[in-house]
């Protein structure tokens, strides 16, 4: 049982570059996050996905998609890489009999953008 | 003004120490208020959860709730060298979505 599993763990990017972090859980659970945590700023909810073909907005959505592929995986791509977004991303997963409350998250991706 | 406010520390202490740990927040909708612990270089994992106002306590640990006052703590007893993580306070009004507080990095000597 692996929980949540992230691909990759680093990454780099040049400005301008795209990317796709890959995020799946094994836990069965209907709702899938993903976070990005920076110094001083805490957790911010990106974008997440309350079921299975469903997605929606969290705080800081701007320069990101998501595709919930099936139930067990939730990606996140930047079309378009910017310094601004060099961050730590976390994955996170909850299931029905906790809601949101437990969420359960991943190892995280550093990414740097030059 | 963040609608979740937490002193980022480092809180330093030494080994068998009290520690308290606090949040305030604006949102009067808050019901749902949670502790989360991140280990350094690791993903959070939760610790404890609330529900409305109140206390809840789990071994050395003790969540406390003021919505009069909009204020949360958790409370360490005996704290111990594997207790050093950074700890992050969140909160929703659905249960759903949560927000999160900066997180207060504790280090435990001994």
């Known amino acids: 049982n692996a929980g949540v599993t992230q691909t990759p763990k680093f990454q780099v990017l040049k400005t301008g570059q795209s990317m796709t972090l890959q995020c799946a859980q094994d836990?069965?659970?209907?709702?899938m996050y993903w976070y990005r945590q920076d110094p001083g700023m805490g957790l911010r909810l990106i974008y997440y996905s309350a079921s299975e073909g469903t997605t929606d907005k969290g705080e800081v959505p701007n320069g990101y998609n998501v595709s919930r592929l099936n139930k067990r995986e939730f990606s996140l791509r930047l079309e378009s890489a910017a310094p601004s977004q060099t961050s730590v991303y976390f994955c996170a997963s909850s299931g029905l009999h906790t809601g949101g409350v437990e969420q359960y998250f991943g190892p995280g991706t550093r990414l740097t953008v030059t | 003004q963040k609608e979740v406010e937490q002193d980022p520390g480092p809180l330093s202490v030494p080994e068998g120490a009290i520690v308290s740990l606090n949040c305030t927040y604006s949102n009067s909708a808050f019901q749902y208020f949670m502790w989360y612990r991140q280990y350094s270089r690791k993903g959070p994992e939760l610790l404890m959860y609330?529900?409305?106002?109140g206390n809840k306590e789990d071994g050395r640990f003790t969540a406390q709730v003021d919505k009069s006052s909009k204020y949360i703590s958790l409370f360490i007893r005996d704290s111990q060298p594997s207790d050093s993580a950074t700890y992050l306070c969140a909160m929703s009004d659905d249960g759903n979505k949560l927000v999160f507080g900066a997180g207060t990095i504790l280090r435990v000597k001994s």
């Open positions: 609330t529900y409305s106002s």
């Open positions: 836990m069965n659970h209907n709702s």
